[in-house]
């Protein structure tokens, strides 16, 4: 946290499950699910999420893109990536510098609404 530019700065594994009924496949004895690389991330639909308070973010790429997919014979994804988001935090100084601070990082979809993509999070 800084308190001087009122922003935080975190490195996450932000990761994402969603159902592509059209991404179904054939299973196969012991293969059940596909693990593909970041390649394969512009060929299918994906969440079009984006961090409402973020100053910056950046994806890590030493030495391959930081993400891949996992698709069930279900259509089952989940997409993982290594992200560090620096985003904005209301900071209350007021009672400094006995004070503690309460930063969350917004999550939305960029095009979608609410009635067309639900976010929630997997305790899982």
């Known amino acids: 946290i800084s308190e001087k530019f009122m922003d935080f700065t975190l490195e996450i594994y932000f990761r994402q499950f969603w159902q592509d009924k059209r991404l179904?496949?054939?299973?196969?004895?012991g293969s059940k699910q596909l693990v593909v690389g970041a390649d394969y991330i512009k060929l299918i639909w994906v969440p079009?999420?984006?961090?409402?308070?973020?100053?910056?973010a950046k994806f890590h790429v030493a030495t391959q893109d930081n993400?891949?997919?996992?698709?069930?014979?279900q259509g089952e994804v989940l997409r993982s990536m290594r992200l560090?988001?620096?985003?904005?935090?209301g900071i209350d100084l007021s009672n400094?510098?006995?004070d503690s601070q309460l930063?969350?990082?917004e999550?939305?979809?960029?095009?979608?609404?609410?009635?067309?993509?639900v976010y929630f999070w997997n305790t899982q």
């Open 84 to 89: 560090t988001v620096k985003a904005i935090c």
């Open 24 to 29: 179904k496949f054939q299973s196969r004895a």
């Open 67 to 73: 993400q891949f997919l996992r698709i069930t014979d």
């Open 103 to 105: 930063c969350t990082l």
């Open 48 to 56: 079009d999420t984006f961090f409402v308070n973020e100053k910056m």
């Open 96 to 98: 400094f510098p006995m």
């Open 107 to 117: 999550i939305e979809s960029y095009g979608y609404t609410m009635v067309d993509l």
